[in-house]
């Protein structure tokens, strides 16, 4: 019984142990809970669905004030002035609460948003573009190689039945050779094909037929604002560039996600190509025509 009693300390003592310290290391991790939590409504450094968050410390009430607030923000805006004055600015956005962070957890976060510092954008040299990474030869190769193996693992079984047929006396005709077995013949035939179509699809795909080909579109995009300005994932709205050759154009559903709330265009004058001026709101209400 005591041994069984001293194991189970241990065991409770080792668990314990263990989720402490694993609460304590995701507790420090403030990037990665502002990502999880808070980056679809809010960007550290500028306005976006919600507030930025930099310079929290000089906006809000001293004490707990942010605990409840991400706790709770329904009961703080019926009850605390200043949480009155966000939701007014703010209306209709409401914020969601997160009574599942610790109070070590937003420390993170807000010491995160605090440090953060925008990354610097890459500066390419004039007319150089990066060299485009092509492996086809080295796939070629690899296909060639595995269609030799292949054919030497053939020809090896090949012989072993022979041997073993001979040494049980079991008589078989003569075998075919490789160039008139029809077995052989159809892989070939196979391979060829598959390698054919292969590259000829890929010489059809690079004839730029496509080049320079820009559609009017319905609704003004402006990939600045949304990729560069209010640093939006590309992959938000292109999820397919992940899996596939295209970006793919997203849904409207898509811009709805934002644009329920975002009504109006508050950023820099928006520019097109041709020098004429965009009125980013009147191309906002174009979602809801």
């Not at 668990?15 to 403030?30: C, E, H, N, P, R």
């Not at 957890?105 to 990354?119: F, S």
């Not at 209010?230 to 644009?259: E, F, R, T």
């Amino acid at each position: 019984m005591s041994v069984f009693r001293k194991f189970f300390n241990k065991f409770f003592a080792s668990s314990f142990l263990i989720i402490l310290i694993s609460t304590s290391v995701s507790a420090q991790d403030g990037e990665a809970l502002f990502k999880a939590n808070c980056a679809n409504c809010h960007k550290p450094d500028v306005d976006f669905t919600g507030p930025a968050l930099q310079g929290w410390k000089s906006r809000v009430p001293e004490g707990d004030w942010i605990y409840n607030w991400v706790h709770n923000p329904a009961k703080m805006i019926d009850t605390e002035p200043y949480a009155k004055s966000i939701a007014a600015k703010w209306k209709p956005i409401v914020m969601t609460p997160f009574a599942q962070l610790s109070h070590e957890e937003i420390d993170a976060i807000m010491k995160y948003v605090d440090d953060y510092a925008p990354p610097a954008a890459p500066v390419a040299a004039a007319g150089e573009t990066a060299p485009k990474e092509d492996n086809s030869l080295i796939y070629g190769i690899l296909t060639l190689v595995l269609a030799l193996v292949a054919f030497i693992l053939l020809q090896v079984n090949s012989n072993l039945r022979k041997l073993t047929d001979e040494k049980e006396g079991i008589k078989r005709g003569e075998p075919v050779p490789f160039w008139r077995n029809k077995t052989y013949l159809m892989a070939g035939i196979l391979l060829l094909f598959g390698v054919g179509g292969y590259w000829t699809i890929n010489a059809a795909i690079g004839l730029g037929r496509q080049t320079n080909y820009k559609p009017t579109q319905p609704i003004y995009y402006s990939h600045k604002v949304h990729a560069g300005v209010n640093q939006i994932s590309c992959l938000y709205c292109h999820g397919g560039a992940q899996a596939g050759k295209h970006a793919n154009i997203p849904s409207v559903n898509v811009c709805m996600n934002c644009h329920m709330a975002v009504k109006e265009y508050k950023g820099d004058p928006i520019v097109r190509e041709d020098g004429v001026q965009v009125n980013g709101t009147a191309e906002i209400k174009k979602l809801y025509a």
